[in-house]
């Protein structure tokens, strides 16, 4: 009799043992769904930055605001032309450099600045009398208008000490309009009185003062997270004067980091679109989200480098 009874408690304790595990474990599961699945739905909204830095208006001189080329050394070929007309290309780009900060220098091929004297080359409605410059290849970021390639038809010969036309031309590529001012070298009629006005010098001077370097950021960003899984849309653009390297993009809930990963390079006016979808947040309440962009060189601004996104409560 002693011994059915110890063997009975003995199958009793062992089956609410098992009871237990079996109840440990749905109690595991359940608080694994509540930790996993998403049962909440939230929206996140934010503002963009974007740089505070400005040039101000250049009065509708140029054919566009801020038109510059990526660096204030601009290559330049002349091909095509008689010694007197490369003569007097040579000596415009040299009167521009004296005046200005810029500096030009030649190479054979892949140059910003082409200049020819083909007249076959580039003549529309036959309305050339002196010559044609201004640029092909034109980048609108932010804050410029980036000329990649220019192009100078030089026509007739200038009878002018200052080489006029040629000066005139060359303006035109480095984004320069007609002129309302008969005085000016940019009046769309030359006569050999016109000069360089100083608003001509003082606005190249004050276009290439910034330094050629990139501009990294956020053009528009946007979030949900479903439970504990994030889903963002982000894309990022380069608006400065240089390509952007390789850099990091960082994304935090709160102070800790979410995910991390590198973005390819970005060249000049170009961008990047970020889709990501079901990334883990470990923080079991998220009120804010951060994007970071982590580039280990110069900028011309960081301020634009960081968004921050708040949970959209309306």
Known sequence: MINVNIMFMKRGGAVGIIFSLIFILFAIGILAVYYFYPFTSLEFVGEIKNSNFSLGDNENMQFYSNMRYPNSDISYNIQRCTLKKENDMELALKIIENKTTLNFYPVSNNEEIFVTCDETEKIEDRLFIAGEGGP????????????FHGK???????????LNIAIHELLHALGFAHSFNQNNIMYNVTNCKQTIGDDIINLIDKIYSVQSLPDLSFLNVSATIDGRYLNTKISIRNNGLKKAEKFNLEIYSEDKLVKKFEIDEIDIGYGRKIALENVWV???S??????VINSQYEELGKENNKITLKVNRH
């Not at 092909?136 to 000329?147: A, D, M």
């Not at 998220?286 to 994007?291: A, K, N, W």
Request: charged residues 25%; negative net charge; glycine residues 0%.
């Open 282 to 284: 470990s923080k079991m």
């Open 286 to 291: 998220v009120d804010e989200l951060t994007y």
């Open 136 to 147: 092909v290849n034109i980048t609108q970021t932010e804050l410029f208008n980036v000329i």
């Open 152 to 162: 100078i038809l030089l026509i007739k010969e200038s009878d002018c000490p200052e």
